[in-house]
């Protein structure tokens, strides 16, 4: 059974991480006394995929501090950096009368 409270909780403990542009999912469960995590978050600003890994490690240490004993598993997402929302006005093309 999903524990709402705590996806919440570990969802809003992600997001502090600035790699993190979103969390797309959390799912906890525990199956016959076992924990389970599923995490997928959308990356930003990782620039090569070995700098993959050290963000991973960091923010299923982040969730350690929840479920110290749990399986976690996170599926990265990535995107690209933080863009400005463009006004329309930026990208109408007005006719001249």
């Known amino acids: ?3 709402p409270e705590l ?3 570990i969802k809003a403990a992600l997001l502090e991480n600035p790699y993190v ?3 797309l999912s959390v799912r906890s469960f525990a199956p016959s006394g076992a924990e389970f995590i599923g995490i997928r978050v959308s990356l930003t600003d990782v620039q090569t995929a070995a700098d993959f890994m050290p963000v991973i490690a960091t923010l299923r240490n982040r969730v350690r501090e929840f479920l110290p004993t749990a399986n ?4 990265p997402d990535v995107s690209g ?3 400005p929302t463009l006004n329309t ?9």
């Open 1 to 3: 059974m999903t524990n």
């Open 7 to 9: 996806n919440a909780e």
């Open 72 to 75: 976690i598993f996170i599926e």
């Open 89 to 97: 006005e930026a990208i109408v093309i007005r006719a001249s009368e």
């Open 81 to 83: 950096p933080r863009q």
């Open 21 to 23: 542009a979103e969390v």
